[in-house]
């Protein structure tokens, strides 16, 4: 069964730098598209970006390129995003998905607060 | 980009009646398309994708259809577990964009 488990939830203040992860298991294969969700409080879900678990290649959204750096560890299987420095806007929760047609596989999502 | 844009925002519905959700894309993208359904505080879960094609256990009252630019939701006969926020993503190229939502409520 692939399950994906997200760290939890961050308090932070803004300029922090904070890094979330994202471990799946019961992978077959390291030919998975893992995604970044965006849902801001009572929003809808924006598409952040995607990166490839096997050969760690990465797509952003232009609406998130250069706010955050996604990356991949193959060898366990986890997908992280991180921020270099955070502002109270990045107060969100933050899912990941594996994509393949439509995204199947969901974490429970991360809950990131920065304070001003 | 492509934009995907859903319609109605809001949907005041009873149990039993048929509802459809229409979602539209700024180009074409074929037949990639995904429908999701979210319930607050939970992750969204897969419905469909191919714009038709159900995903293993979501109940047969749920349907997807259209292909190109035009895509449209239908739950032939909603139930209570139905009321919720559903959501279309288009998988054509990158970026992969949702649309806006539209939240399913009770009448």
């Known amino acids: 069964e692939v399950q994906l488990v997200q760290s939890g939830p961050e308090v932070k203040k803004a300029g922090q730098s904070l890094k979330i992860s994202c471990k799946c298991s019961?992978?077959?294969?390291?030919?998975?598209?893992i995604g970044w969700v965006r849902q801001m409080p009572g929003k809808g879900l924006e598409w952040m970006g995607i990166?490839?678990?096997?050969?760690?290649?990465?797509r952003y959204s232009p609406n998130f390129q250069g706010q955050v750096t996604m990356s991949v560890d193959k060898a366990i299987a986890t997908a992280y995003l991180q921020w270099s420095s955070l502002k109270a806007s990045d107060t969100a929760m933050y899912y990941c998905a594996i994509h393949g047609d439509g995204a199947k596989y969901w974490g429970q999502g991360t809950l990131v607060t920065v304070s001003s | 980009d492509i934009q995907m844009t859903q319609s109605p925002s809001t949907l005041s519905a009873s149990v039993g009646d048929r509802v459809s959700i229409t979602c539209r894309a700024s180009q074409t993208i074929s037949i990639w398309l995904a429908w999701y359904q979210q319930k607050p505080g939970k992750a969204p879960k897969l419905l469909i994708y191919k714009a038709s094609t159900l995903e293993s256990g979501v109940p047969s009252r749920f349907s997807g259809s259209g292909s190109g630019t035009e895509f449209t939701l239908t739950i032939s006969s909603l139930q209570a577990d139905d009321f919720a926020t559903y959501y279309c993503?288009?998988?054509?190229?990158?970026?992969?964009?949702f649309g806006q939502g539209t939240k399913v409520e009770m009448k």
């Open positions: 993503q288009h998988y054509e190229n990158f970026p992969w964009t």
């Open positions: 990166s490839f678990l096997r050969d760690s290649d990465v």
């Open positions: 019961g992978l077959t294969s390291t030919n998975h598209w």
